[in-house]
């Protein structure tokens, strides 16, 4: 026990008070934030009062490599070498392939007109750490607005995609998992080139095609990549395999569940794409629709004038 | 065995306070496998300090430390402010009832501290909507709960290791 004495007559409001002040608070706040999301600026600050916090969490992993590295043996080194330079000699020839034929499809886009494709830029990124959350799957990066990630944008690892960048603050964002249950991407499989939208299937760590009809054709093992139908992910990335495909006989759509391809919750360094050139993106739809129905609006309202002062002469 | 309530202690500084509370939030944030088997430990350390310095640290901390977990982990905004409000009356108002017992009495009141603290954040979640996370999220609470006595002897060893040193 300490041995002040107690304050017999400035003690501020009772306990029970307090807890219903700052309860009433926690309450407003995320109702607030939960359907307004007024409160982004307040968000930015606290998360910036934490980085140091959260910058300094990642000492540990990365001490921990670098002690590893420093007793690693030569012969796993040359052997490491011998394997990328394997792996190097593939990349390689894939890549020229890749020139070859992306030459050959500007060419035969050239022949049918189409419009270029918007060269994909990518930022490298590192994992900071996963959201302490067990009912969000997010990650947090090293990226944020002062290095021009902005939202929206996917991002991907080697071998898929990984998520979304959902809230971007000054040094670090937020990147929303495929995995998380709100997360939606358009997908298409690799075999046919049928189209459907993946959802996060949550805890379980997989992704699922809802709201397929009974008889579309998957099968298990079928590739899925992203058909870059929203603008939002370019086309071709690898999304996910699928391994399991229910076709209930009582319900009219078929449940296929897919295992995501990237390493969702395992890799350390991450690519955020960015494909939209500022003012090349299309309006959305609701935008020009609106301007579509002001337009016609205004001219209905031309015409009425028209009319009546023609009924006056 | 003088019981630990009983034993004069020095008056605490505030920078241990502040130290602590760095390093609960520094093992928040370090990259967890799966998070729901890993204690709080902001919650338990809020909850060591509200037990033994209900003066000093009480319902504000609590609710200004859940702000900075919220936004660091981008979670909705005031869902950990609400639970360690909660988490930081009920310490304050059991402190004096807590004090009276062994470490592990104490851990029995403790586990349900941080019981009362996880439902909270569970009832706010379901409340937005998410599915329930599965039964494993009590066994943070529970390790959290068998960490205490070792959380109550290295946060008053700055108080007591000059007190033995007066002795001699």
New interface residues.
């Given amino acids: 026990m300490d041995h002040t004495p107690p304050p017999f007559f400035k003690r501020g409001p009772a306990p029970l008070v307090r807890l219903f002040f700052f309860a009433s608070l926690s309450l407003a706040l995320l109702v607030v934030d939960a359907r307004f999301r007024y409160v982004d600026g307040l968000r930015t600050w606290l998360a910036l009062a934490a980085y140091p916090l959260q910058r300094a969490a990642t000492w540990p992993i990365d001490i921990a490599v670098s002690v590893g590295g420093y007793f690693s043996t030569q012969a796993n080194l040359i052997e490491e070498n011998e394997r990328l330079r394997a792996q190097a000699l593939a990349n390689m020839q894939d890549a020229q392939r890749y020139h070859a034929l992306q030459a050959e499809t500007a060419e035969l886009r050239r022949i049918i007109g189409a419009i270029d494709k918007l060269e994909v830029q990518s930022t490298p990124a590192e994992v900071l750490y996963l959201s302490r959350d067990p009912y969000a799957h997010k990650l947090f990066i090293d990226r944020g607005s002062v290095q021009g990630v902005r939202p929206g944008s996917p991002v991907a690892d080697d071998t898929g995609v990984v998520g979304q960048v959902t809230r971007v603050h000054p040094l670090l964002s937020e990147v929303t998992l495929l995995t998380n249950p709100d997360q939606a991407i358009p997908v298409q499989v690799v075999r046919n080139g049928l189209r459907a939208v993946a959802f996060g299937g949550g805890a379980s760590g997989m992704i699922e095609l809802r709201y397929m009809p009974a008889n579309a054709e998957v099968q298990n093992g079928d590739r899925l990549v992203t058909s870059g139908i929203d603008g939002t992910y370019p086309a071709g990335l690898a999304v996910a395999t699928v391994v399991r495909v229910e076709r209930d006989e009582e319900r009219s759509f078929a449940r296929v569940i897919c295992k995501p391809a990237a390493g969702i919750e395992r890799g350390r360094y991450v690519l955020v794409l960015s494909n939209e050139a500022e003012g090349a993106r299309p309006p959305r739809p609701d935008e020009t629709q609106a301007k579509e129905r002001r337009a016609e609006k205004t001219r209905r309202a031309k015409t009425k004038d028209k009319a009546a002062g023609d009924d006056s002469q | 065995m003088i019981p630990s309530?009983?034993?004069?202690?020095?008056?605490?500084r505030m920078s241990t306070i502040i130290a602590s509370f760095?390093l609960a939030?520094?093992l928040?944030?370090?990259?967890?496998r799966?998070?729901?088997l890993v204690p709080d430990f902001v919650a338990l350390v809020l909850a060591f300090w509200c037990v033994r310095?209900p003066?000093l640290v009480?319902?504000?901390v609590?609710?200004t430390l859940?702000?900075?977990?919220?936004?660091?982990?981008?979670?909705?905004?005031?869902?950990h402010?609400?639970a360690y409000?909660?988490l930081a009356?009920l310490s304050?108002?059991l402190s004096r009832r807590i004090?009276w017992f062994g470490p592990m009495l104490q851990s029995l009141h403790i586990v349900l501290i941080l019981l009362v603290t996880q439902a909270a954040v569970l009832l706010?979640?379901l409340a937005?909507g998410?599915?329930f996370?599965?039964w494993p999220?009590i066994v943070g609470p529970l390790g959290g709960a068998l960490l205490w006595p070792l959380v109550t002897w290295l946060l008053l060893l700055p108080q007591r290791r000059q007190e033995r040193e007066q002795a001699i």
């Fill in positions: 309530s009983s034993q004069i202690l020095l008056p605490v760095a939030l520094f928040n944030f370090l990259p967890w799966d998070l729901r310095q003066r009480g319902l504000g609590g609710w859940g702000l900075l977990t919220d936004a660091g982990n981008g979670v909705l905004l005031g869902q402010a609400l409000s909660v009356f304050v108002w004090l706010v979640r937005a998410d599915p996370p599965g999220i």
